[in-house]
C-alpha cells in the first residue's frame, strides 16, 4: 500500500508543487520501503520546496545506498535554492530588482557598484549617446535595476545583470558601459569582476555570460581578463539602433572556477 501511494505522489510531484503536509507522512516509517522506492522520498520532499522538509532530506546524505543519497544531494540543493530566492525577492520588493539592496556597494580594486540613484539618470543618458558607447549599446528607457559604476566620486558608466531562476539552467548575464574618457584604464574589467564575483559567492552561481558585439574587441580583450572564453558567434544577433543593420555577437561565459 505504501509503495502504491508513493509511486502515486512520485507521478504527481513531476507535474505540480504539492503542499508539504501532503507528502511529510511518507518520511515516516521509511525503513519500510524497499531501497529502489527509498530513493524516490528525497526527491518527493525536494519538490515541495517547503524548508520544512530540509531537515528531514539532509538525515538521507548519509544512507549508505547511492541512489538514495544521490536524489537527498539534489533535493538538499533545491530546497536551499529556493530558500536562497526567497532571500532574493525580499531584496526585490525593497528596490524593485532581485539582489539589489538599498545603500548596498561592492568595492573593486579601482571602482564602486551601488544601485542607480535618481541623480545619476541625466549623468548616465547622456554617457549612453556618447559616439563610442552609442556604437555597441541603444539608450535604454531608463536606468532602474542598474548599478552605477563610480571611479572617485564620479559616475561614469553602469552594470547590470539578470539572472534566470529555473535551476535547470540558473546563470546570470552581465551588461556594462562606460564614459569614453574612461575607456582603457582598466575600470571596466574592474567593474565586470567586482559584478562577477558578487553573482558567485553571494549568489551561488556557478556560470556567468556576456555576449559583446563580436566586432567590440576592446570589450572582448576586457571580459577575457575577468576570465569570460568565447563560445560561439551569434551571427544577426543585434540590430543597431543607429544603421538598421544587423550585427554579429560573440557569446562568451564563465565557470566560477575561471573567474580570475
Same mark, same amino acid.
Given at each position: 500500500?505504501?509503495?502504491?501511494?508513493? &509511486?502515486?505522489?512520485?507521478?504527481?510531484?513531476?507535474?505540480?508543487?504539492?503542499?508539504?503536509?501532503?507528502?511529510?507522512?511518507?518520511?515516516?516509517?521509511?525503513?519500510?520501503?524497499?531501497?529502489?522506492?527509498?530513493?524516490?522520498?528525497?526527491?518527493?520532499?525536494?519538490?515541495? &520546496?517547503?524548508?520544512?522538509?530540509?531537515?528531514?532530506?539532509?538525515?538521507?546524505?548519509?544512507?549508505?545506498?547511492?541512489?538514495?543519497? #544521490?536524489?537527498?544531494?539534489?533535493?538538499?540543493?533545491?530546497?536551499?535554492?529556493?530558500?536562497?530566492?526567497?532571500?532574493?525577492?525580499?531584496?526585490?520588493?525593497?528596490?524593485?530588482?532581485?539582489?539589489?539592496?538599498?545603500?548596498?556597494?561592492? #568595492?573593486?580594486?579601482?571602482?564602486?557598484?551601488?544601485?542607480?540613484?535618481?541623480?545619476?539618470?541625466?549623468?548616465?543618458?547622456r554617457i549612453v549617446r556618447e559616439p563610442e558607447v552609442a556604437a555597441w549599446w541603444?539608450?535604454?528607457?531608463?536606468?532602474?535595476?542598474?548599478?552605477?559604476?563610480?571611479?572617485?566620486?564620479?559616475?561614469?558608466?553602469?552594470?547590470?545583470?539578470?539572472?534566470?531562476?529555473?535551476?535547470?539552467?540558473?546563470?546570470?548575464?552581465?551588461?556594462?558601459?562606460?564614459?569614453?574618457?574612461?575607456?582603457?584604464?582598466?575600470?571596466?574589467?574592474?567593474?565586470?569582476?567586482?559584478?562577477?564575483?558578487?553573482?558567485? &559567492?553571494? &549568489?551561488?552561481?556557478? #556560470?556567468?555570460?556576456?555576449?559583446?558585439?563580436?566586432?567590440?574587441t576592446a570589450a572582448i580583450r576586457s571580459y577575457r581578463k575577468?576570465?569570460?572564453?568565447?563560445?560561439?558567434?551569434?551571427?544577426?544577433? #543585434?540590430?543597431?539602433?543607429?544603421?538598421?543593420?544587423?550585427?554579429?555577437?560573440?557569446?562568451?561565459?564563465?565557470?566560477?572556477?575561471?573567474?580570475?
Amino acid at each position: 500500500m505504501r509503495e502504491s501511494a508513493l &509511486h502515486a505522489v512520485c507521478t504527481a510531484s513531476t507535474l505540480y508543487e504539492l503542499p508539504y503536509r501532503l507528502v511529510e507522512p511518507l518520511a515516516a516509517g521509511v525503513e519500510a520501503f524497499y531501497p529502489l522506492l527509498l530513493a524516490y522520498v528525497p526527491a518527493v520532499l525536494g519538490c515541495t &520546496h517547503d524548508q520544512a522538509a530540509l531537515p528531514i532530506v539532509e538525515r538521507f546524505l548519509h544512507h549508505p545506498r547511492s541512489e538514495v543519497r #544521490r536524489e537527498a544531494s539534489e533535493a538538499v540543493k533545491e530546497l536551499r535554492w529556493h530558500r536562497e530566492s526567497a532571500q532574493d525577492k525580499t531584496a526585490y520588493d525593497v528596490v524593485g530588482y532581485p539582489g539589489i539592496m538599498p545603500g548596498m556597494e561592492l #568595492r573593486g580594486d579601482k571602482v564602486v557598484l551601488r544601485p542607480v540613484a535618481g541623480g545619476d539618470g541625466a549623468v548616465l543618458g547622456r554617457i549612453v549617446r556618447e559616439p563610442e558607447v552609442a556604437a555597441w549599446w541603444s539608450p535604454p528607457d531608463d536606468f532602474e535595476g542598474m548599478l552605477a559604476v563610480v571611479f572617485e566620486g564620479e559616475v561614469i558608466g553602469a552594470i547590470q545583470f539578470e539572472e534566470e531562476t529555473d535551476p535547470e539552467f540558473r546563470h546570470a548575464g552581465i551588461d556594462v558601459f562606460l564614459t569614453a574618457r574612461h575607456h582603457g584604464k582598466g575600470l571596466g574589467t574592474d567593474a565586470v569582476r567586482t559584478l562577477a564575483r558578487w553573482l558567485v &559567492h553571494e &549568489h551561488g552561481h556557478h #556560470r556567468l555570460t556576456i555576449d559583446p558585439a563580436a566586432a567590440n574587441t576592446a570589450a572582448i580583450r576586457s571580459y577575457r581578463k575577468v576570465g569570460f572564453k568565447p563560445v560561439g558567434v551569434t551571427r544577426a544577433y #543585434r540590430r543597431d539602433h543607429q544603421t538598421g543593420t544587423w550585427q554579429d555577437g560573440l557569446l562568451m561565459d564563465l565557470l566560477a572556477e575561471e573567474l580570475a
